[in-house]
């Protein structure tokens, strides 16, 4: 755990002085850091207050909370120049931090201030546009949901930082003494989808809903069985924290890409559905009393030993004022908020897709420890070791077949006695997996969990994606080069591409094998496996999609820039003639098929398609995979 900027600064131990900017609303998120700020430092609270006649328009009636001005109260677009020239000296702060709030509070003249100044956005899931223009003003964002923090950086904020919402124990905590209603929401019914899970449910369960607040909130999420949430474009929201350190059981969609999956285990510390399996993940629970009341309490101490607005509150002043480069990463706080939990009971949980088998499977072909690159084998399955999903490996060489045969992290080993080849060990692979997708990865591979959750929400929202991976090109046929090269980091949004590269990409399984996609085993031992695929998902009516996942890392041939000659079956050839042999083959075999077909035109290129505007932000790279 890193502990190393916690209380580092002396400012920080004695109390620090914050000016608090925020419109006074009793259920903003800057309540919660005001509530802290008051107990643990030194607080003055400046800005306007919610315009009245909006309790009514936003159906805020059961509120029943007071409005109340704020220490210093000022206009929605108060001169902070100005003010502060007017300000005693011992309102004089340490730090000036904004917090988004309602009704577009939004001072004029920040520049002036020579104090650390520092904003909290909440919503940039909603209002990305004007979060990146407004925060160019501070010394430091921070941004609830992180998804977006690249955004942030490219758009110039290079002190942008990810601090989670949080909970409030002393507001969020368990108010009642039996449980009344089987499945309980509380929040807006806004959008289509919400309304569509909310109505499948009520089909078969109750479902009560209540617009409330505060500790009225907190008293109704104690009485609930099982509290409903559903992400707005995969936020991380309030209702997470705080239904779990209510002490009832949270059952929610993956916010993915907001480290959710990460700060919190389906199965442990919340239940997780998805769209087709709502009610198949709510009927376990429900029958289940056991099992979730056990994952409800391990929710609550797990979600009090990290995730409060005063950890929040910390941590934030600790990068502001106290020199900490960041705030804690996804990975930093789960290991916190665990401390001194046992492992979970091993009592049958569903998947958040299926009950039936697992949903992701790892195929890795392996013929040695990738002399060339800084990763191999043993990184990989480490990397995949916190990581869901059947391994399979493929081992093209009995000596790494014995040297992995006993490693705890793979489920399935097929061991061949020659070097088969890239494309035959991907047909095994693939005919192992027991997943409705399945990922290719090379050996030489760092890979974070992240990746794996785009490329699989990209190929649930492309109906028809049969390929999907982080990098991919736009090949020219005739000259059989790369035409323009979408690298790491080369797109903003899923884009169609010629092929996706072969070191990392995922497939629909039920796709491939007899009768359909398949990888061509003529290209043995390596090279045009890739485009033959490309042309076959042409062929076939489908699609291959570069999607902009970036939480890994890939050096070109690590395996083959450390051999002189590569051996396969009983030959041995250098990757230079093993290149010029399979690119003949490559031409000859579509070009024989565009004859029978009586046309060319699926080889031609969809680089002429694509505008840049289709999310390209770089310009075009030709990659020699052979030095």
Request: charge should be neutral; include cysteine.
């Amino acid at each position: 755990m890193n502990t190393q900027h916690q209380s580092s600064s002396p400012l920080i131990q004695q109390r620090a002085k914050v000016m608090l900017a925020h419109v006074s609303y009793p259920v903003t998120t800057a309540a919660y850091f005001e509530r802290v700020l008051r107990d643990r430092h030194q607080v003055v609270t400046i800005g306007p207050t919610m315009d009245r006649s909006l309790i009514k328009a936003w159906r805020l009636e059961n509120m029943r909370l007071p409005i109340k001005d704020q220490d210093i109260p000022t206009a929605y677009d108060v001169d902070m120049a100005a003010l502060f020239r007017k300000l005693p000296s011992a309102l004089l702060p340490d730090l000036y931090l904004w917090v988004e709030s309602v009704n577009g509070h939004f001072p004029r003249n920040l520049d002036a201030l020579t104090i650390p100044k520092a904003c909290y956005l909440i919503d940039t899931h909603l209002n990305l546009d004007w979060h990146v223009q407004w925060a160019r003003q501070f010394d430091h964002v921070f941004i609830a949901q992180r998804e977006y923090l690249q955004a942030f950086r490219d758009a110039g904020n290079r002190t942008v930082h990810w601090l989670p919402l949080g909970c409030d124990p002393e507001i969020h905590r368990n108010h009642a003494s039996g449980k009344t209603h089987d499945i309980g929401f509380v929040g807006s019914l806004n959008t289509e989808r919400r309304v569509k899970l909310l109505n499948r449910i009520e089909q078969r369960h109750r479902v009560t809903y209540e617009r409330c607040f505060w500790t009225d909130m907190a008293d109704f999420f104690s009485r609930s069985k099982i509290v409903f949430n559903n992400a707005i474009k995969n936020d991380l929201n309030m209702r997470v924290f705080e239904v779990l350190s209510s002490g009832s059981f949270l059952l929610t969609d993956t916010a993915r890409n907001s480290g959710q999956e990460t700060l919190f285990h389906a199965g442990e510390e919340l239940g997780v559905y998805t769209d087709d399996t709502i009610l198949e993940v709510l009927e376990h629970y429900l029958a289940h009393e056991d099992v979730r009341e056990e994952v409800a309490a391990r929710g609550r101490r797990v979600v009090h030993r990290a995730h409060t607005y005063a950890h929040r509150m910390e941590d934030l002043l600790q990068v502001c004022l106290g020199g900490k480069p960041t705030t804690d990463s996804a990975e930093v706080l789960r290991e916190k908020s665990v401390a001194g939990e046992s492992s979970p009971a091993g009592h049958s949980r569903p998947s958040a897709v299926s009950s039936s088998g697992p949903q992701r499977s790892f195929v890795i072909p392996v013929l040695d420890m990738s002399p060339a690159s800084p990763y191999n084998i043993m990184t990989l399955l480490d990397d995949l070791r916190q990581i869901e999903g059947d391994v399979i490996v493929v081992c093209n060489a009995p000596e790494m077949a014995d040297r992995l045969r006993t490693h705890p992290r793979i489920d399935y080993l097929a061991a061949m006695s020659h070097n088969v080849g890239v494309s035959r060990a991907w047909n095994i692979g693939l005919a192992m997996s027991q997943s409705p997708m399945t990922f290719i990865l090379n050996a030489d591979l760092h890979v974070e969990s992240s990746t794996f959750t785009l490329l699989e929400q990209a190929m649930a929202d492309l109906p028809d994606a049969a390929v999907v991976g982080p990098q991919g090109s736009y090949f020219d046929f005739a000259t059989t080069r790369d035409m323009h090269y979408l690298d790491k980091g080369a797109c903003s949004a899923p884009v169609r591409v010629d092929a996706v590269s072969g070191f990392l990409f995922g497939v629909r399984t039920a796709m491939f094998g007899p009768g359909g996609l398949q990888f061509d085993a003529r290209y043995t031992p390596c090279y045009f496996e890739e485009w033959d695929l490309g042309l076959q998902c042409r062929w076939a009516g489908v699609a291959c999609y570069v999607v902009p996942a970036t939480g890994y890392d890939h050096e070109w041939s690590g395996t083959i820039r450390g051999l002189r000659t590569i051996r396969y079956f009983r030959s041995e050839a250098t990757a230079r003639q093993i290149l010029e042999r399979n690119r003949q083959l490559f031409l000859d075999k579509w070009k024989g098929i565009a004859a029978r077909a009586g046309s060319t035109a699926f080889l031609e290129s969809l680089w002429n398609d694509v505008s840049k505007s289709a999310g390209i932000e770089r310009a075009s790279r030709v990659v020699e995979k052979i030095t």
